[in-house]
């Protein structure tokens, strides 16, 4: 048995296992581009439960329709080799099959006692994060990190994580403080950079964001698919400031011309912030049009409520009206049939806002407002951040707005 580069042991005889395992590591918590080099502690010891899981993680955080079987193989991998393996690695097993099968009260169960018990395990932290990220649960992102702080006292990773949770839960001061020591330890955190930027753009502090993350930008080229979100960050700072042709600049040139187009996150970013465009009277073009070939075949992934609202609202500016049809009755399907931890959210939540999306991208102004009313007050549900949910927000005061004039009209 060997120690990983947290000090954390590992069931395996390989030193060339041990070090694509902190190498993938490193690479998920700098969100960096070459998350693959874990699957070569496959050839260095095929039998290596942690080595397993994480590939098994890493088809999970693709985010599509076939991640999960295609992470089944490498978890059955990991189950045969349970006998030998530490409690560590077993819970990890449980919380990532957890995951492949939508079970996400399971699956943060195993996160939490790994937070407690192997504090120094800051991966399984962040997965952890990432699924209350995706639930909404603010709180208990926060919770989390801060359950792993006090073993991590000098990790700048742990500051960027701690930032962030702090700016979802409203704890703005706290946060910026913790995003610029992060950065302090160390410059090259896109995490962090990411955490304080989502500070100043609640504050509207609008030139000094753009400053921020425009400064740091040259650390984003070691990046991989989350240089796009951060410039997409830059971008919603110019937008607010009025300036929408440096923001529709940034769309072709960083966040829809580099990105990564088969990848959920990147594609989400693009249709988020035309749609923004759009509502301030910016004509798009035909941007619309590579959005909805890039969603055409995920019409069932239903991997999270904040991509299918948008991924739908892609599909019928794009003219694929058809296919939204589609989206939607699948939707209806999966939120009769999604796991129970989860069912309530997408039959409650995520079909009405799908249904309000679509009908928004179609000019049904009625619609799109009861639609929205039904799910108004949990759409921290749809996961994502708040500045993310903040596309719902403007889509259905922009619908309210129409309807109104439209009434308006009939009246006279």
């Not at 042709?245 to 990105?259: K, M, T, V």
Request: proline share 2%; aromatic share 8%.
């Amino acid at each position: 048995m060997l120690h990983n580069s947290q000090g954390l042991p590992v069931t395996t005889d390989s030193p060339e296992a041990i070090a694509a395992i902190d190498q993938f590591t490193h690479q998920m918590l700098s969100y960096g581009n070459n998350c693959q080099v874990i699957t070569s502690g496959l050839a260095a010891d095929p039998t290596s439960v942690l080595v397993n899981t994480h590939v098994a993680a890493l088809h999970l955080f693709a985010e599509t329709a076939t991640a999960a079987t295609e992470a089944q193989p490498y978890l059955h991998t990991a189950r045969q080799h349970l006998d030998t393996a530490t409690e560590r690695e077993r819970l990890y097993v449980e919380a990532i099959a957890a995951w492949a099968d939508n079970d996400f009260d399971r699956a943060l169960a195993c996160h939490t006692l790994l937070a407690e018990r192997y504090p120094r395990d800051l991966l399984a932290a962040q997965i952890g994060q990432y699924h209350h990220f995706n639930l909404g649960n603010a709180e208990e992102l926060l919770t989390l990190v801060e359950t792993i702080l006090p073993a991590n006292s000098e990790n700048h990773f742990v500051y960027g994580m701690l930032a962030f949770g702090l700016e979802q839960c409203h704890r703005l001061a706290e946060a910026e403080a913790a995003g610029r020591r992060a950065v302090d330890l160390n410059r090259q955190d896109p995490w962090a950079h990411h955490a304080v930027a989502h500070v100043m753009e609640t504050q509207q502090r609008l030139g000094e964001g753009i400053t921020w993350m425009e400064s740091l930008a040259d650390t984003w080229e070691s990046c991989g698919t989350f240089r796009t979100h951060n410039w997409w960050h830059v971008a919603l700072y110019y937008l607010a400031q009025g300036n929408t042709d440096q923001a529709l600049h940034l769309y072709d040139r960083e966040i829809w011309g580099r990105a990564t187009k088969d990848y959920s996150q990147c594609v989400i970013n693009a249709i988020s912030l035309l749609i923004r465009l759009e509502l301030r009277g910016v004509d798009v073009g035909d941007r619309w049009q590579e959005l909805g070939n890039a969603v055409c075949d995920r019409l069932h992934d239903h991997v999270s409520p904040l991509l299918d609202t948008q991924y739908i609202y892609a599909l019928t500016r794009a003219g694929y009206d058809a296919l939204a049809t589609d989206m939607l009755h699948s939707i209806v399907t999966y939120s009769q049939q999604a796991h129970p931890s989860i069912r309530a959210i997408w039959a409650e939540v995520t079909l009405p806002v799908a249904e309000a999306m679509r009908a928004e991208a179609r000019g049904d102004w009625s619609t799109s407002v009861e639609k929205f009313a039904i799910a108004q007050s949990r759409l921290h549900q749809l996961g994502g951040s708040h500045a993310q949910r903040g596309v719902y927000h403007q889509v259905y005061r922009h619908a309210l707005a129409k309807l109104s004039q439209t009434e308006l009209k009939t009246a006279v």
